[in-house]
């Protein structure tokens, strides 16, 4: 099945334009939702995590206390790395099973990491969702109420936005209205069907 890699900065637009590919009836894997799941209670991930940094990482229910957890992993670099070691391979595992059990004609992989991990590699083409840092900032600013410095802390942490324009196959510009946004959508969901139909992969 061929997959098509959708990745974007904070705030770029990347639900947008997953969900308006969803409303074509094209499959979504999305590494966000992934990265989630594996850490869901009675997941061996959970357990491990529970047997290394004892309760102190969980909620009373049980489930997993995000925010302490990234209190935790920001504070030490070591057990970061420890965490990783741990969770990209079952995330990388449970993408790689989705994907395969996707529908055709191609399937969406979105991931905010895209330019920054190894996961270009499960994709047949990427396609860059790219606005101007400024725009990025407002809308980030305006969806989460979070301030100014909070937004710039975290683009700073992403890949820069030539970074991201380099490795991009094709991009969607989505500096304009939601309604422009839709329209390139639309014509590269009718694009690509074309594309995969015809090579009957
Ligand atoms: P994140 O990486 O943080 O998950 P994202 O890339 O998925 O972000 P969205 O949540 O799709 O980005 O978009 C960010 C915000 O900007 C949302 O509130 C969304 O409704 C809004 N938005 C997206 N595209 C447009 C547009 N063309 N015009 C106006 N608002 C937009």
């Not at 799941?37 to 940094?53: D, N, Q, S, T």
């Not at 489930?63 to 030490?76: G, H, I, K, M, P």
């Not at 059990?101 to 083409?125: G, H, M, R």
Request: hydrophobic share 40%; aromatic share 4%.
């Amino acid at each position: 099945m061929p997959v098509i890699g959708v990745t974007g900065g904070i705030g770029s637009g990347k639900t947008a334009v997953t969900d308006r590919f969803a409303s074509h009836g094209i499959d979504i894997v999305d590494a966000d939702v992934v990265a989630r799941v594996i850490m869901e209670p009675g997941r061996p991930a959970l357990e491990a995590v529970k047997a290394h940094f004892g309760e102190d990482v969980l909620l009373e229910d049980g489930s997993l206390n995000r925010a302490r957890l990234r209190q935790v992993v920001f504070a030490n670099p070591d057990q970061r790395r420890w965490l990783e070691a741990l969770t990209h391979p079952l995330i990388a595992e449970e993408i790689q099973q989705r994907l395969g059990s996707a529908t055709p004609p191609y399937v969406i992989f979105a991931s905010p990491l895209l330019t920054e991990t190894a996961q270009s590699a499960f994709c047949d083409e990427i396609i860059v969702v790219d606005v101007p840092e400024s725009v990025q900032l407002n809308r980030t600013m305006q969806r989460d109420s979070n301030d100014q410095a909070q937004v710039e802390r975290i683009m700073a942490a992403q890949a820069s936005r030539e970074q991201r324009l380099q490795m991009a196959d094709r991009v969607i510009d989505n500096s304009g209205t939601l309604e422009q946004l839709y329209q390139q959508v639309d014509a590269l969901n009718a694009s690509l069907r074309a594309q995969y139909a015809e090579s009957g992969q």
